[in-house]
């Protein structure tokens, strides 16, 4: 079955720090992925997705690029904010209406 | 666009009550729903899938007494936690499909924080 696998946390790292956040997948087709964004106390927000083999999304300095071979989705930054403080999830849907969420990365930015 | 909305953000009742939590979405109709539930520090679980004009589709071992929900209009999808007992406190979390097909993407409401107490 269609599943996700997301690096534990939790991520500690200094302003103006590089963020990789690794995110593999297994899927039976074609899936779309997906990486979402929780504040505290907040519901989750689209931050970026790509629908097929080597499509990059990107959003707010944030990208990911989806590798069929490497069945990898991993999310990256080159310069993190404290505002980035938030839980990450990495999520894959191949209909639309079923989607597998990974277990969540939560990230602390400190100045 | 493309924005949920959540009614209420929280919400703390005394155990044997029921609760209603409703979602909308704003700009767009819905014609599926989603509601999840998320307990602290983990990843969203599906609860079920409401469908506008039928029944909802619950995940396995997701009481459908329990937890009523209802899809009356292609904007509001409603869940009923029936006689809330302390261990169903957790984080509700709604999402509406958009738009339809194959590429589309389910946006989340900002979440029903339950207490029972």
């Known amino acids: 079955g269609d599943s996700v696998t997301q690096m534990e946390g939790p991520v500690t790292l200094s302003e103006e720090a590089f963020l990789t956040i690794n995110c593999t997948y297994t899927?039976?087709?074609?899936?779309?992925l997906f990486w979402y964004v929780q504040y505290p106390g907040e519901g989750l927000q689209l931050l970026l997705k790509?629908?097929?083999?080597?499509d990059k999304g990107s959003n707010k300095g944030f990208e990911a690029t989806y590798r069929k071979e490497t069945t990898s989705f991993h999310l990256e930054k080159g310069s993190v904010q404290v505002s980035d403080s938030a839980v990450y999830f990495c999520?894959?849907?191949?209909?639309?209406?079923?989607?597998?969420f990974g277990t969540g990365t939560s990230l602390t930015v400190i100045p | 666009g493309a924005v949920v909305s959540q009614h209420p953000s929280r919400v703390i009742c005394k155990s044997g009550t029921s609760v209603k939590i409703e979602c909308r979405s704003l700009?767009?109709?819905?014609?599926?729903m989603f509601w999840y539930r998320q307990f602290p520090k983990q990843s969203l679980m599906l609860m079920a899938t409401?469908?506008?004009?039928?029944?909802?589709?619950?995940e396995q071992g997701v009481e459908k007494d329990k937890f009523l929900i209802n899809h009356a209009s292609l904007t509001l999808s409603t869940l009923t936690v029936t006689s809330a007992h302390p261990e169903d406190s957790s984080f509700y979390i709604c999402?509406?499909?958009?738009?339809?097909?194959?590429?589309?993407?389910?946006?989340f409401g900002p979440g029903t924080r339950l207490t029972v107490l």
């Open positions: 999402s509406a499909r958009y738009p339809a097909g194959r590429t589309d993407t389910q946006y």
């Open positions: 899927a039976t087709g074609y899936p779309s």
């Open positions: 790509a629908t097929k083999a080597d």
């Open positions: 999520a894959l849907s191949e209909t639309g209406n079923q989607f597998y």
């Open positions: 409401s469908n506008e004009g039928s029944k909802a589709t619950y």
């Open positions: 700009d767009f109709q819905a014609t599926t």
